[in-house]
């Protein structure tokens, strides 16, 4: 790649952000172990890893549905499309023995695309259908495309603490807010329950 193309290809790279979880051991690693593999697997997926919070303990959502999450966020820089990023990050599920039996069921990794650049997708009705969802329609109803940004992020401290750790200051494209400032619009009790390894 001559040195023109590569400063082409910089600049058509975005930064992004993805959640990883893991709440479901395999049968030789432990979900700290595959989570840490998830993030090896992104360099071979074109996307590089910026930043990276610490790893939490946070309690299964909805409540009781399983044992405590392994979590962090991740910036990440990609010169992928946002449908192409959250395929990789799909087929690095699949490779790490990720299956998707029900909605919010316990999983061996998890691994959300929550943002891209400043990228509405697919519409702003569209994020606004799927953000404005009651929780009882959540459980049952299954986006077929990419919804962005993530639409309950706002709603989660397991994804906003280690967020608002590395990017405090990245704004919602739609509700405007930072992300220190939807972490701390939840409830304190919300906020506790996410705790560092």
Same mark, same amino acid.
């Given at each position: 790649m001559s040195e023109k193309?590569g400063?082409?290809t910089?600049k058509?790279?975005?930064?992004?952000?993805?959640?990883?979880g893991?709440?479901?051991?395999? @049968?030789?690693?432990?979900s700290?172990e595959i989570?840490n593999?998830?993030?090896?697997?992104?360099?071979g @997926?074109?996307?590089?890893?910026?930043k990276?919070?610490?790893?939490y303990?946070?309690?299964?959502?909805?409540a009781?549905i399983?044992p405590?999450y392994v979590?962090s966020?991740?910036e990440?820089?990609?010169?992928?499309?946002?449908k192409a990023v959250?395929?990789a990050?799909h087929?690095?599920?699949? @490779?790490l023995?990720?299956?998707r039996?029900?909605?919010?069921?316990?999983?061996?990794?998890?691994?959300?695309?929550?943002?891209?650049?400043?990228?509405i997708?697919?519409?702003?009705?569209g994020?606004?259908?799927w953000?404005g969802?009651?929780?009882?329609?959540?459980m049952?109803?299954?986006p077929?495309?990419?919804?962005?940004?993530h639409?309950?992020?706002?709603d989660?401290?397991?994804?906003?603490?280690? #967020?608002?750790?590395?990017?405090?200051?990245w704004?919602?494209?739609?509700?405007?807010k930072?992300?220190r400032? #939807?972490l701390a619009?939840?409830?304190?009790?919300?906020r506790n329950?996410?705790r560092?390894?």
């Amino acid at each position: 790649m001559s040195e023109k193309q590569g400063r082409k290809t910089a600049k058509l790279s975005r930064i992004g952000y993805v959640a990883l979880g893991s709440n479901l051991q395999s @049968a030789t690693r432990t979900s700290l172990e595959i989570v840490n593999e998830a993030l090896r697997l992104f360099a071979g @997926a074109a996307i590089r890893i910026t930043k990276q919070s610490q790893w939490y303990s946070a309690p299964a959502f909805p409540a009781g549905i399983g044992p405590d999450y392994v979590n962090s966020v991740v910036e990440i820089e990609s010169a992928l499309s946002a449908k192409a990023v959250l395929a990789a990050l799909h087929d690095i599920e699949g @490779a790490l023995g990720r299956t998707r039996p029900k909605r919010w069921a316990s999983r061996v990794i998890d691994l959300d695309l929550l943002a891209f650049g400043d990228e509405i997708a697919p519409s702003l009705a569209g994020f606004s259908h799927w953000q404005g969802l009651s929780l009882a329609a959540q459980m049952d109803a299954t986006p077929e495309g990419l919804i962005l940004p993530h639409p309950r992020m706002q709603d989660r401290a397991f994804v906003l603490k280690p #967020m608002a750790e590395i990017a405090p200051a990245w704004r919602h494209p739609v509700l405007g807010k930072t992300a220190r400032a #939807m972490l701390a619009a939840l409830p304190a009790e919300a906020r506790n329950e996410i705790r560092p390894l």
